[in-house]
């Protein structure tokens, strides 16, 4: 019996994602949390053997919850539901440790084979993500000192970036508006030799910020 632990904050999906899975073959829902606070202590209790994290939860996001898992050591499969294949949050879930990474729309039969595949040590993503990131890990991005040029604001911004943070968040959670944080991230941009969000991000992880 596969045990999942969903995490998801819309109740209509999570409604259809029980029903789903009560009508799967050998897999079992072992509980349902609507944010990612607790995330480690939730996944030690149910001990499951495969995750299913939304990416925009209130309270703490997904991408957040992944790496709070990570970094207490938890390797449990952790598939991320979301309704984005934009770029820079796949490369963020990849990075930080998404066993895979599924869109919402995904059809219900192929959310219980991702499940499977997950928990047989299986990286499943849906066809345009999978595309995403190859595309984006076949930027070089070499190691350099040009982290070592930001100023310590700019260093601040950059690692909430990495985080998941989006920009609103970021600049609630640094306490300044959304122009200073423009200003600091036309200068980190600058300072990096990119021109996007994930450029920057994956220069970050690749120098191990």
């Not at 070592?148 to 690692?159: A, C, M, Y």
């Given at each position: ?74 390797e449990v499969c952790v598939l ?130």
């Amino acid at each position: 019996m596969i045990r999942v632990l969903l995490f998801e904050d819309n109740p209509d999906f999570v409604d259809s994602l029980q029903e789903l899975l009560q009508a799967a073959n050998g897999i079992e829902l072992a509980a349902v949390y609507n944010n990612g606070k607790q995330v480690v202590k939730n996944v030690q209790f149910h001990q499951p053997d495969v995750v299913l994290m939304d990416i925009d939860m209130p309270i703490e996001n997904g991408l957040q919850s992944l790496r709070n898992l990570r970094a207490a050591g938890n390797e449990v499969c952790v598939l991320m539901l979301t309704v984005f294949d934009d770029n820079e949050r796949v490369f963020q879930a990849i990075s930080h440790g998404a066993s895979g990474y599924l869109l919402k729309c995904t059809p219900p039969e192929k959310i219980v084979e991702a499940i499977r595949e997950a928990n047989s040590g299986g990286a499943p993503m849906t066809p345009s993500v999978a595309k995403q990131v190859l595309k984006l890990f076949s930027q070089p991005f070499q190691q350099s000192h040009e982290l070592q040029t930001l100023t310590p604001r700019e260093h601040d911004v950059l690692s909430l970036l990495v985080r998941g943070y989006s920009y609103k968040m970021a600049a609630s959670e640094m306490n300044i508006g959304m122009e200073t944080l423009r200003f600091h991230i036309k200068n980190i941009y600058a300072k990096l030799h990119v021109n996007s969000k994930s450029e920057a991000v994956a220069k970050a992880i690749h120098n191990k910020l």
